[in-house]
């Protein structure tokens, strides 16, 4: 049991930003709460399911877990849904009316900014949600911070009939720091009138709402204008002043101890009339913003023009110290302090990996043999890995669940040289539920020529391993219905004879059926089924060696993939009138190793053999 | 300003290898002597086998929970190339305690990058202070593998603002609830750990003596 769910009132903790806002929202007195896992913010849902009197669920996808938090605000009970920036992409239609509509128990949506990108596809600015739903937006600075305005946010919630955005950063998310907990306020929830009729969003309703929408904003700006979570930090060194809010804040303060700052918790609407009594405090004004310049174009288009930000700072990226201070000390035309002593050493690059036995090499093998004759359409997951050496066997990835839609694009404008290319759609079981069924559908619907590869591992493997509606359990790992794959994709119209369940390390078979499959030009799926090597349904077998005198040093092995598998010794066959000849022997290591029987399939001279005999059954 | 003085420590290393623990640790650590703290991490993709830096800062008023490339008193290495990735990030004088396993990344085993013959020969060259050792043998020794977090927190134990014995009570406390049996493989893990790093610092101490 985590040690924040234990904690009495009035315990300091080290908490992350997640374990903070869970601890807050739990103490909030929130009923329900809802998420699907997304880096960095999964760890607030697998954390919320710890704590006791309230409900908590994976959904299928972010739209999904902001419908069950908004039903569950408008019948009375304080409701907390999280998820990354991208989540909000696709949560973003429930969300516009949402807000139209307002709350009856408050309402907070956690969207955790990747700023800097360890872990996303893109990076956005969720602010921007603020000015276009018309919403609130608070943004911690740390996990204290955390804790106290998600805390904060159910009241402004409640008070000004809102949902409000709590804006994280990956530097909330996953930085600990010490946090005072206090103690749980156990609301009462009344349950959903039935007479209300406020959230019939017809157009007239929603035509009455508007000005309502426009006045509530009016009444937030004075809010934000006298919030207690604006505060200026007066300094001594008045040559510039700051305006930040989140992380930045830190590395300000970090950077310029003197300066004075104004700190910005309540970000929009934007207090430009407090900014500007500021502004006339100090000689000049930065703005320091992760990650666009939306308060500065905001104070600018008030008439606050003698400011600084984005023209002095970069639009991407965090603004940590050593990218804060020489761009200030420029400004003042100051020469910077020297920063590092030590040179700059870069030994090799060390990209995340597929895990030793990960059933997805399989895949990406097989694949790898057919590369010159297929195009292939990738999703969000581990197996976006397949992009990289040495299967180089991935050609797109954008969104989630964009893979199947995205190869039926590709199967409608081929051109006279890609006319044969065979299509292949790839994606994992949690997105091919997140919001990939639409993009299957959508292939059969207008007879497109793909073959889906459903890679069920039974797991949401890139985010450490949720369950999902696929998996048969839930959040708190209770059983619950499992999807059946096969029934699943013949029920959206694939021909039952087109769907096939394969065992992906089974190399031969998942061969022959990928060139199979194909070969007919009609939707057809593959589903592969190995669970994921860090699944609990993963069982490990008796590892595998490499016999060096049967080794011919082919390398077939190592295009496997396994991280297990490495080049013992190279050889270099020099020929006159061909390229060289590198042979490559290999060796297994067997910690690693857990027997999955692939690179064995891969082995032409069967030089991969047992490390310990095997037990016959 | 000069009041606030800021213990910066960068652990670095690979998925997988316990960085993330050992910052836990120390931190927990530095709270129990009173300190404000926070800890950082990278983790995400970096779970998989990619590259793992957990930042700890400590003192009397943390503000930002990242460690300015320069300023970092110590770096923890789990792993001997990692060690040479991070050197930058020390402040001169700084210390670089290194376990010298060398972890081969598909990529190099493949044949498209080169591990460095001697990462360690690398970081003295750019005049870093560094004690390497064979963490990974001494936990053999002792019969787990997993002890290597131990050992390279005690072979930094001497150089904390705080006694060793602190870090010690915070490894050896987490066991003494859970596993007991752990309580003693791990004091002598530490205090091998400890031996490891003095050993190191006697030699170099001699080395500058002989220049």
Redesign the interface.
């Known amino acids: 049991m985590s040690a924040a769910v234990q904690a009495k009132a009035a315990s300091r903790l080290?908490l992350s930003g997640n374990e903070a806002i869970a601890r807050g929202v739990w103490e909030a007195g929130v009923k329900v709460a809802a998420a699907y896992p997304g880096?960095?913010s999964t760890e607030m849902l697998e954390q919320i399911a710890l704590y006791p009197d309230l409900y908590a669920e994976w959904s299928v996808n972010e739209k999904v877990s902001l419908e069950v938090a908004i039903g569950a605000s408008m019948s009375g009970a304080r409701a907390f849904c999280a998820m990354k920036h991208v989540g909000m992409n696709v949560a973003s239609d429930a969300f516009m009316t949402q807000t139209l509509a307002g709350v009856v128990g408050g309402l907070v949506i956690a969207i955790a900014d990747?700023v800097g990108l360890?872990?996303s596809q893109n990076e956005q600015d969720s602010r921007f949600w603020g000015r276009f739903a018309h919403v609130p937006v608070l943004e911690p600075a740390?996990s204290q911070e955390a804790f106290d305005m998600v805390k904060a946010a159910f009241d402004i919630s409640e008070q000004y009939n809102t949902p409000v955005l709590l804006r994280l950063t990956t530097?909330i998310c996953?930085?600990?720091?010490?946090v005072t907990v206090g103690e749980r306020n156990n609301r009462a929830t009344t349950g959903f009138d039935i007479t209300a009729k406020r959230w019939v969003m017809t157009p007239n309703n929603a035509k009455a709402m508007l000005p309502k929408q426009i006045a509530r904003e009016d009444e937030l700006r004075k809010a934000a204008e006298a919030s207690v979570l604006n505060v200026i930090d007066a300094g001594t060194d008045k040559r510039v002043g700051f305006v930040t809010s989140g992380?930045a804040f830190?590395?300000v303060?970090?950077?310029f101890?003197?300066a004075p700052v104004f700190k910005m918790g309540f970000t929009y609407p934007v207090p430009v009339q407090a900014i500007k009594a500021f502004r006339a405090t100090v000689d000049h004004l930065i703005v320091v913003e992760e990650t666009e310049p939306l308060v500065e174009n905001e104070l600018k288009a008030a008439g606050l023009q003698d400011i600084h930000g984005k023209d002095l700072l970069p639009r991407l990226g965090?603004l940590?110290?050593?990218i804060l201070?020489p761009a200030v000390f420029k400004f003042r035309g100051e020469e910077p302090p020297?920063?590092?002593?030590?040179?700059?050493?870069?030994?090799?690059?060390?990209?995340?990996?597929?895990?030793p036995a990960c059933p997805h090499m399989g895949v990406y093998y097989t694949l790898s043999r057919l590369r010159k004759r297929v195009q292939i359409s990738g999703d969000i997951g581990?197996y976006t890995?397949g992009a990289g050496?040495?299967w180089n066997a991935l050609d797109t990835t954008i969104s989630m669940g964009a893979s199947m839609g995205i190869a039926l694009g590709m199967d409608k404008a081929r051109s006279e040289e890609t006319k044969d290319k065979a299509i292949v759609s790839v994606i994992g079981d949690s997105t091919f539920l997140h919001m990939g069924m639409q993009g299957l559908l959508d292939i059969v619907y207008n007879r497109g020529n793909v073959t889906t590869l459903l890679l069920d591992n039974r797991t949401t493997g890139?985010t450490?391993g949720q369950n999902h509606a696929g998996t048969g359990k839930g959040l708190h790992g209770e059983d619950t219905p499992r999807v059946d794959f096969a029934q699943l994709v013949e029920a959206l119209g694939v021909k039952a004879e087109r769907i096939h369940k394969v065992d992906p390390y089974k190399l031969p078979v998942l061969f022959k059926l990928i060139r199979q499959e194909i070969d007919i030009h009609e939707p057809s799926v593959i589903i592969t089924d190995r669970p994921c090597v860090l699944s609990e349904f993963y069982g490990k077998l008796t590892p595998y060696l490499v016999v060096d005198n049967d080794c011919t040093g082919c390398g077939n092995c190592?295009n496997v993939?396994c991280?297990a598998?490495?080049?013992k010794k190279?050889e270099v066959i020099k020929r006159d009138a061909a390229p060289d000849i590198?042979k490559?022997y290999t060796t297994i290591d067997t910690a690693m190793c857990t027997g999955c029987h692939m690179c064995v399939e891969s082995c032409g001279p069967k030089a991969i053999v047992p490390a310990q005999p095997v037990a016959v059954d | 300003?000069s009041d606030n003085l800021i213990t910066n420590i960068l652990v670095c290393g690979?998925?997988g290898q316990g960085v993330m623990t050992a910052a836990?640790i120390l931190?927990?650590g530095a709270?129990a002597k009173g300190y404000?703290?926070?800890?950082?991490?990278?983790?995400?993709?970096?779970?998989?086998?990619?590259?793992v830096t957990s930042h700890v800062r400590f003192g009397k008023k943390?503000?930002?929970?990242?460690i300015?490339?320069?300023t970092a008193d110590i770096l923890v290495a789990f792993e001997v190339?990692?060690g040479?990735?991070w050197?930058?990030?020390?402040?001169?004088g700084g210390i670089a305690m290194v376990n010298t396993i060398r972890l081969?990344?598909?990529?190099?085993?493949?044949?498209?990058?080169?591990?460095?013959e001697d990462?360690v020969a690398?970081?003295r060259a750019?005049?870093?202070t560094v004690y390497d050792f064979d963490a990974g043998a001494i936990a053999r020794s002792l019969g787990d593998l997993r002890l290597i977090n131990t050992i390279m927190l005690g072979a930094i134990a001497d150089f904390l603002p705080f006694p060793a014995s602190d870090l010690e009570e915070q490894i050896v406390g987490r066991f003494r609830t859970r596993k007991p049996a752990m309580v003693e493989v791990n004091q002598k893990a530490f205090e091998l750990g400890r031996e490891a790093a003095r050993a190191q610092a006697e030699g170099s101490r001699k080395l500058a003596a002989n220049q």
């Open positions: 080290l880096t960095p990747d360890s872990s740390d530097r996953h930085v600990k720091a010490l992380p830190m590395h303060r970090e950077s101890p003197d965090e940590t110290p050593n201070i020297a920063t590092t002593t030590y040179p700059k050493y870069e030994p090799f690059p060390r990209p995340p990996t597929m895990c581990c890995l050496s040495p890139m450490g190592i993939g991280p598998i490495s080049v190279t590198v490559k | 300003m690979t998925g836990e931190a927990q709270i404000d703290c926070k800890k950082s991490e990278v983790a995400g993709m970096a779970q998989r086998g990619g590259v943390v503000w930002s929970p990242v300015t490339p320069g190339a990692e040479a990735r050197a930058d990030m020390l402040r001169p081969v990344p598909p990529v190099v085993s493949s044949g498209l990058f080169k591990y460095p990462p690398t970081m750019a005049g870093v």
